[in-house]
């Protein structure tokens, strides 16, 4: 079991920035790869950004590139999104995810435990 709390959502206007944490507990977090989705009112849940074991290794969605930054903190059983530059259509729910096995992950039926999401809103 990996219980993920995440924290730093809020309302920013566009081109503004926003900190999403999320806190893991309950297993090995240096084991664990990482990733951040978000779900817009209506719409399915999409990636947005991963992370493996190491923090070497990252993947994002084309439409963040560029814009947003995943980082961890292994020691502190931490990962992070930097979201820089943002628009409007950022507005959705963030959900924090982690994976077994440290291999960075892509989809969304790779991720075994989820987090209870944070809402950004972006204003135009």
């Known amino acids: 079991q990996v219980q993920l709390v995440e924290s730093g959502g809020g309302l920013v206007q566009a081109g503004g920035s926003l900190r999403l944490s999320c806190t893991a507990s309950g297993r090995t977090f240096s084991y664990l790869a990482m990733g951040w989705f978000r779900q817009a009112p209506g719409k399915e849940r999409e990636f947005v950004a991963a992370?493996?074991?190491?923090?070497?290794?990252?993947y994002y969605a084309d439409s963040v590139k560029g814009r947003f930054t995943i980082s961890r903190d292994n020691a502190n059983n931490a990962v992070y999104l930097q979201m820089n530059s943002l628009k409007p259509e950022d507005t959705a729910v963030y959900y924090c995810?982690?994976?077994?096995?440290?291999?960075?992950?892509?989809?969304?039926?790779?991720?075994?435990?989820w987090g209870q999401g944070t809402q950004v809103t972006i204003s135009s």
């Open positions: 995810a982690s994976a077994s096995g440290g291999v960075i992950r892509r989809g969304r039926g790779d991720y075994d435990y």
């Open positions: 992370m493996d074991w190491s923090g070497y290794s990252t």
